[in-house]
């Protein structure tokens, strides 16, 4: 991405939500998030990304056919080097689901604060997954995993993933280097037996592990 702003489009058919972005976003980051291309058609979703090359892009899921799923999708396809987030102001937990499955790294819901978006944003750059705690005990339901047979390094290191921190935050949080902290991660989804930092999350969810405090 480089040393300049991080280089976002929209998918939205709420002009008025695409420009209130724009607007507030430039204000509550200090210009480091910076709104390249847009468009309210999911149809065009796939061009519009390819021709503004944004290092993201911010999908609405509901919105008219094909969808923005579909468009998830066809940008995956097109822009396989493009991070994608889907955002809705719906509580269902499906469309999400739909959309991790079409490509995007993480869901953000439509009532976050201008100002709390950036972490997830570097976050997803960063490489992680993202979503809200909320939503993922909805996937994973009440039911627990037994025991995940965790150290107290790898278990704090799988709440992380799960709270979508970044890998400069583990970091700083486990005391360690970025490097060791991707060699780590690794080494988790294997013993894991999972293949995306999401599964991993969804079983921090099932083992209660979401309920737990992670010390600073």
């Not at 987030?85 to 999400?96: E, H, I, K, T, V």
């Not at 921190?165 to 902290?181: D, K, Q």
């Not at 969810?205 to 737990?212: K, N, T, V």
Request: aromatic residues 2%.
């Amino acid at each position: 991405m480089g040393d300049g702003p991080i280089r976002l489009a929209v998918v939205d058919d709420h002009p008025l939500f695409v420009r209130g972005l724009e607007l507030l976003l430039s204000t509550t980051t200090d210009g480091r998030v910076q709104v390249v291309g847009s468009t309210c058609d999911a149809a065009a979703a796939a061009g519009v990304v390819a021709r503004c090359a944004p290092d993201l892009a911010l999908v609405d899921l509901h919105m008219p056919p094909p969808g923005g799923p579909r468009a998830i999708a066809a940008i995956r396809r097109n822009s396989p080097r493009v991070r994608l987030l889907a955002m809705s102001g719906s509580d269902d937990p499906a469309p999400a689901v739909e959309a991790l499955r079409c490509g995007a790294e993480g869901y953000l819901p439509k009532t976050s604060e201008p100002e709390d978006l950036l972490p997830p944003l570097l976050a997803v750059l960063d490489g992680w997954a993202v979503m809200p705690s909320g939503l993922l005990r909805q996937l994973v339901g009440p039911a627990r995993a037994p025991g995940l047979n965790l150290d107290e390094e790898e278990r704090r290191l799988l709440q992380a993933i799960a709270g979508g921190h970044g890998t400069v935050t583990i970091a700083e949080r486990l005391h360690t280097s970025e490097r060791t902290v991707k060699r780590m991660t690794a080494a988790l989804l294997r013993k894991l037996r999972v293949t995306s930092r999401v599964e991993a999350a969804a079983l921090a969810g099932r083992a209660g592990l979401l309920d737990e405090r992670l010390d600073r």
